[in-house]
Protein backbone atom coordinates (compact mmCIF):
# COMPACT_ATOMS: atom_id res chain seq x y z
CA UNK A 1 0.00 0.00 0.00
CA UNK A 2 2.22 2.61 -1.43
CA UNK A 3 2.08 6.19 -2.91
CA UNK A 4 0.01 5.56 -5.77
CA UNK A 5 -3.04 3.82 -3.62
CA UNK A 6 -2.58 6.30 -1.17
CA UNK A 7 -3.05 9.39 -3.45
CA UNK A 8 -6.06 7.71 -5.34
CA UNK A 9 -7.61 7.19 -2.26
CA UNK A 10 -7.58 11.00 -1.97
CA UNK A 11 -8.76 12.03 -4.88
CA UNK A 12 -5.94 11.69 -7.37
CA UNK A 13 -7.42 10.29 -10.43
CA UNK A 14 -4.38 8.96 -12.37
CA UNK A 15 -0.84 7.16 -10.90
CA UNK A 16 1.77 6.40 -14.28
CA UNK A 17 4.74 4.96 -13.96
CA UNK A 18 7.78 5.74 -16.75
CA UNK A 19 11.02 4.20 -17.20
CA UNK A 20 12.32 4.24 -20.92
CA UNK A 21 14.10 0.45 -20.04
CA UNK A 22 12.95 -2.97 -20.66
CA UNK A 23 9.43 -3.29 -18.87
CA UNK A 24 10.70 -6.88 -17.44
CA UNK A 25 13.72 -5.11 -15.84
CA UNK A 26 13.28 -6.09 -11.93
CA UNK A 27 9.50 -7.02 -12.95
CA UNK A 28 8.47 -3.85 -13.38
CA UNK A 29 5.37 -4.72 -15.73
CA UNK A 30 4.08 -6.76 -12.78
CA UNK A 31 5.12 -4.94 -9.86
CA UNK A 32 3.72 -1.74 -10.99
CA UNK A 33 0.04 -2.29 -11.30
CA UNK A 34 0.08 -4.25 -7.87
CA UNK A 35 2.18 -1.03 -6.02
CA UNK A 36 -1.58 1.01 -8.10
CA UNK A 37 0.29 2.41 -10.79
CA UNK A 38 -2.84 2.59 -13.52
CA UNK A 39 -0.27 2.53 -16.59
CA UNK A 40 3.31 2.03 -17.23
CA UNK A 41 4.98 3.47 -19.90
CA UNK A 42 8.43 1.57 -20.83
CA UNK A 43 10.99 1.23 -23.59
CA UNK A 44 8.12 0.05 -25.92
CA UNK A 45 6.37 3.41 -25.17
CA UNK A 46 9.02 5.65 -26.28
CA UNK A 47 11.03 6.34 -29.20
CA UNK A 48 14.18 5.10 -29.79
CA UNK A 49 15.81 8.48 -31.42
CA UNK A 50 18.76 8.99 -29.03
CA UNK A 51 19.91 6.03 -26.80
CA UNK A 52 22.66 6.44 -24.24
CA UNK A 53 23.54 3.03 -23.23
CA UNK A 54 20.36 1.44 -20.84
CA UNK A 55 18.04 3.46 -23.05
CA UNK A 56 16.31 6.53 -24.10
CA UNK A 57 18.46 9.45 -23.24
CA UNK A 58 17.14 11.70 -20.32
CA UNK A 59 16.79 14.73 -22.97
CA UNK A 60 14.61 12.68 -25.29
CA UNK A 61 12.72 10.72 -22.23
CA UNK A 62 11.40 13.91 -19.94
CA UNK A 63 10.37 15.72 -22.90
CA UNK A 64 7.96 12.79 -24.56
CA UNK A 65 7.16 11.87 -20.83
CA UNK A 66 5.30 15.51 -20.52
CA UNK A 67 3.30 14.48 -24.01
CA UNK A 68 2.07 11.53 -22.28
CA UNK A 69 1.37 13.19 -18.83
CA UNK A 70 -0.65 15.72 -20.33
CA UNK A 71 -3.07 13.55 -21.57
CA UNK A 72 -3.32 12.35 -18.13
CA UNK A 73 -6.97 13.01 -16.15
CA UNK A 74 -6.36 15.59 -13.13
CA UNK A 75 -4.97 14.97 -10.74
CA UNK A 76 -2.16 13.12 -11.22
CA UNK A 77 0.78 11.39 -10.24
CA UNK A 78 3.91 10.71 -12.51
CA UNK A 79 6.73 8.54 -11.74
CA UNK A 80 9.79 8.87 -13.95
CA UNK A 81 12.80 6.99 -13.96
CA UNK A 82 15.85 8.16 -15.60
CA UNK A 83 18.71 6.41 -17.11
CA UNK A 84 21.62 8.63 -18.32
CA UNK A 85 23.17 9.86 -14.75
CA UNK A 86 23.61 6.04 -14.06
CA UNK A 87 26.66 3.82 -13.43
CA UNK A 88 28.76 3.52 -15.21
CA UNK A 89 28.61 7.21 -16.09
CA UNK A 90 29.22 7.00 -19.91
CA UNK A 91 27.87 10.01 -20.79
CA UNK A 92 29.67 11.67 -24.39
CA UNK A 93 30.77 14.96 -24.26
CA UNK A 94 29.13 16.79 -26.59
CA UNK A 95 26.14 16.36 -23.89
CA UNK A 96 27.37 17.92 -21.76
CA UNK A 97 28.22 21.68 -21.74
CA UNK A 98 31.17 21.08 -18.71
CA UNK A 99 34.67 21.65 -19.26
CA UNK A 100 36.29 18.84 -16.89
CA UNK A 101 39.53 19.42 -15.75
CA UNK A 102 42.49 17.20 -17.37
CA UNK A 103 42.89 14.97 -14.49
CA UNK A 104 39.21 14.30 -14.75
CA UNK A 105 38.97 12.96 -18.02
CA UNK A 106 38.51 9.35 -18.51
CA UNK A 107 37.82 9.15 -15.15
CA UNK A 108 34.60 7.18 -13.42
CA UNK A 109 34.45 10.85 -11.58
CA UNK A 110 34.87 12.77 -14.81
CA UNK A 111 31.91 10.95 -16.42
CA UNK A 112 29.63 11.21 -12.82
CA UNK A 113 30.24 15.11 -13.01
CA UNK A 114 29.40 15.04 -16.83
CA UNK A 115 26.07 13.16 -16.30
CA UNK A 116 25.28 14.79 -13.57
CA UNK A 117 25.56 18.09 -15.86
CA UNK A 118 23.60 16.73 -18.87
CA UNK A 119 20.76 15.35 -16.28
CA UNK A 120 20.86 19.49 -14.91
CA UNK A 121 20.10 20.31 -18.93
CA UNK A 122 17.80 18.14 -19.23
CA UNK A 123 15.68 19.44 -15.89
CA UNK A 124 15.98 22.70 -17.12
CA UNK A 125 14.62 21.49 -21.12
CA UNK A 126 11.66 19.41 -18.68
CA UNK A 127 10.71 22.13 -16.66
CA UNK A 128 10.23 24.55 -19.44
CA UNK A 129 8.06 22.59 -21.48
CA UNK A 130 6.08 21.85 -18.34
CA UNK A 131 5.45 25.16 -18.08
CA UNK A 132 4.84 26.09 -22.09
CA UNK A 133 2.24 23.15 -21.85
CA UNK A 134 0.58 24.82 -18.89
CA UNK A 135 1.46 22.30 -16.16
CA UNK A 136 4.19 23.37 -14.32
CA UNK A 137 2.60 26.13 -11.90
CA UNK A 138 0.20 23.14 -10.56
CA UNK A 139 2.57 20.31 -9.88
CA UNK A 140 4.75 19.59 -7.36
CA UNK A 141 7.85 18.08 -8.10
CA UNK A 142 10.09 15.60 -5.83
CA UNK A 143 13.31 14.33 -7.25
CA UNK A 144 15.77 11.67 -5.39
CA UNK A 145 17.92 9.22 -6.29
CA UNK A 146 17.74 6.04 -5.48
CA UNK A 147 20.74 5.20 -4.60
CA UNK A 148 24.58 6.43 -4.24
CA UNK A 149 26.42 8.27 -7.38
CA UNK A 150 30.04 7.49 -6.38
CA UNK A 151 30.94 4.50 -4.54
CA UNK A 152 33.72 5.46 -1.81
CA UNK A 153 35.44 1.85 -2.15
CA UNK A 154 36.47 3.04 -6.15
CA UNK A 155 39.94 4.70 -4.58
CA UNK A 156 40.75 6.92 -7.68
CA UNK A 157 36.86 8.11 -7.91
CA UNK A 158 36.66 8.34 -3.97
CA UNK A 159 40.39 10.58 -3.72
CA UNK A 160 38.49 13.02 -5.94
CA UNK A 161 35.45 13.01 -4.16
CA UNK A 162 37.44 13.46 -0.38
CA UNK A 163 39.38 16.26 -2.30
CA UNK A 164 36.70 18.06 -3.48
CA UNK A 165 34.30 17.85 -0.32
CA UNK A 166 37.03 18.56 2.23
CA UNK A 167 37.18 15.13 3.94
CA UNK A 168 37.89 11.36 3.65
CA UNK A 169 34.96 10.49 1.71
CA UNK A 170 32.98 7.82 3.86
CA UNK A 171 30.05 5.66 3.72
CA UNK A 172 27.82 8.55 6.11
CA UNK A 173 28.72 10.86 2.55
CA UNK A 174 27.76 8.51 -0.04
CA UNK A 175 24.64 7.10 1.02
CA UNK A 176 23.50 10.51 2.06
CA UNK A 177 21.39 10.90 -1.28
CA UNK A 178 19.56 14.50 -1.85
CA UNK A 179 15.92 15.03 -2.28
CA UNK A 180 14.50 17.99 -3.73
CA UNK A 181 10.87 19.02 -3.41
CA UNK A 182 9.72 22.13 -5.67
CA UNK A 183 6.33 23.54 -5.26
CA UNK A 184 6.22 26.20 -7.47
CA UNK A 185 4.86 29.60 -5.79
CA UNK A 186 6.13 28.19 -2.40
CA UNK A 187 8.71 30.95 -1.35
CA UNK A 188 9.69 29.45 1.83
CA UNK A 189 13.04 27.20 1.24
CA UNK A 190 14.30 24.80 4.39
CA UNK A 191 17.31 22.44 3.90
CA UNK A 192 17.62 19.29 5.85
CA UNK A 193 20.80 17.78 6.69
CA UNK A 194 20.09 14.18 7.88
CA UNK A 195 20.90 10.58 6.71
Known sequence: ??????????????ANAFHAYEKEFWN??????????????????FSEEEIIRLGLS???FLLEAVDKIK??????YSFLILLSSHHPFHIEPRYSELQLLQEHEN??????IRSINYLDKCLEDFFEKMK?????????????GDHFGIANYNDESADF?????GHKYNE????????????????????????
Open 1 to 14: YGLPHILKDNGYKT
Open 132 to 144: KEGMYENTMFVRY
Open 107 to 112: TMFGGY
Open 58 to 60: DGK
Open 161 to 165: VSELI
Open 71 to 76: TQSEPW
Open 172 to 195: RDMFNVPLLIHIPGIEKAEERNIV
Open 28 to 45: RNKAYPKQGFDRYFSNED
